[in-house]
Each structure stands twice: as C-alpha cells, then as structure tokens.
T-cell receptor, first 110, second 114 residues
C-alpha cells in the first residue's frame, strides 16, 4: 500500500525559514506535489517534483529524493499569511491515483 | 474564470436519503476525482475518472457512486448515506493525471448525515 508521513504541527517565527518534511512509500511513483490549505478552504497547488533535486518558486522551494522516498518544502521569509496546513501528495500507479499525507499545520508567530 | 464548482456547499441530511453532490469544471480537464477530508486522516481519494465514461475506485469507495457522462461534470452519489459519511468533500480536476497534473479543487461540500 501507500504510506505518507509528515509532522503533525510546526511553529515558526515571522521572517524565519521553515522546512516541512515528507516521507513516502509507494509503488509506481509518478511525482510528488505540495499543496497549501488554509482552514476551511480548498487546497491550492504549490509545487511538484518528478526528478530528484530542488525546485524553486519564489519564497517556496521543494526537494525530492526518490531513492530515499523523501521530500521537503522550504518556506523562506515567513509571513503571517503562511499559517496553514501543508499537504504532501504522491502521484502513483503510473499517474492514476493521488495519495495525500495527513498534512502539517504550520503556525507563524509574530 | 477557470474554476471547479461544487454544489451544495453545506448539506444536512438524514440516514438513507439519497443525495448527489455536483461537480463541474470549465477547463476541459480530462482527470477528475473526489476526496473526503476528515480530521487526522487527511484527504482520501474516493473515486477518480481518467476521461468520459472511464471511472475507477480510489482508496475509500464504499458507499459512493460516480458517473462521467460529460467531460465537465463528475457528480458524487450517495445512494444510502450513513453517519460515517459525515465529512468535508472536495472535487478536483487536472489537465491529465500524473506529472504536471496540478489539481484544481472545488470549494468543498460539508456534509452532515444524522
């Protein structure tokens, strides 16, 4: 089966850098996605990784190591509006299925 | 405006009364899917569809049905709802499944079955 792990909660200070880790075990891996979800709202896409390495997108970067089944999302220059849940999701079964991790709730403090 | 529209946003119903949650996308996406989100369990895929008339089970399909008669619509049907189906439901679509398949989510439907 598929299994995705993320820390349940994290806290960081405004202006700081935070790294949210995600580990996964799956068959037919096809890509790894990160989504942001504010309370009561729909998830919104942040980034995806298909190959190993770092993908940078403004204040957000995502890293993937397929051999280790590991990814992280790096958020720089944290802002209060970054307080949200961050969902790691794996596309597997050759792209037919998405499996989401339980999400990491990030609180940004002033 | 590109969007995924779900209706209704909120629904309270009684056990056993059939209901349908509609989902429509205007982006000509091939891939559509339904998820439920429960505290501590995250988003779990119920059903997905690779294209018109092509649907398949996700991780938690029991008690649900779907259909994909047109590309834009993907309704979720609960033939006989039970209290354990009380949840927050999301419909999502993407241009295609797999890499670069960024998913766009609807606003969510909060369902309560009493």
């Amino acid at each position: 089966g598929q299994n995705i792990d993320q820390p349940t909660e994290m806290t960081a200070t405004e202006g700081a850098i935070v790294q949210i880790n995600c580990t996964y075990q799956t068959s037919g891996f096809n890509g790894l996605f990160w989504y942001q979800q504010h309370a009561g709202e729909a998830p919104t896409f942040l980034s995806y990784n298909v190959l190993d390495g770092l993908e940078e997108k403004g204040r957000f970067s995502s890293f993937l190591s397929r051999s280790k089944g590991y990814s992280y999302l790096l958020l720089k220059e944290l802002q209060m509006k970054d307080s949200a849940s961050y969902l790691c999701a794996v596309s597997h079964n050759y792209g037919q299925n998405f499996v989401f991790g339980p999400g990491t709730r990030l609180s940004v403090l002033p | 405006e590109a969007q995924v529209t779900q209706n209704p946003r909120y629904l309270i119903t009684v056990t056993g009364k059939k209901l349908t949650v509609t989902c429509s996308q205007n982006m000509n996406h091939e891939y559509m899917s339904w998820y439920r989100q429960d505290p501590g369990l995250g988003l779990r895929q119920i059903y997905y569809s690779m294209n018109v008339e092509v649907t398949d089970k996700g991780d938690v399909p029991e008690g649900y049905k779907v259909s994909r008669k047109e590309k834009r619509n993907f309704p979720l049907i609960l033939e006989s709802p039970s209290p354990n189906q009380t949840s927050l439901y999301f419909c999502a679509s993407s241009l295609y499944a797999g890499p670069r398949g960024e998913a766009f989510f609807g606003q969510g439907t909060r369902l309560t079955v009493v």
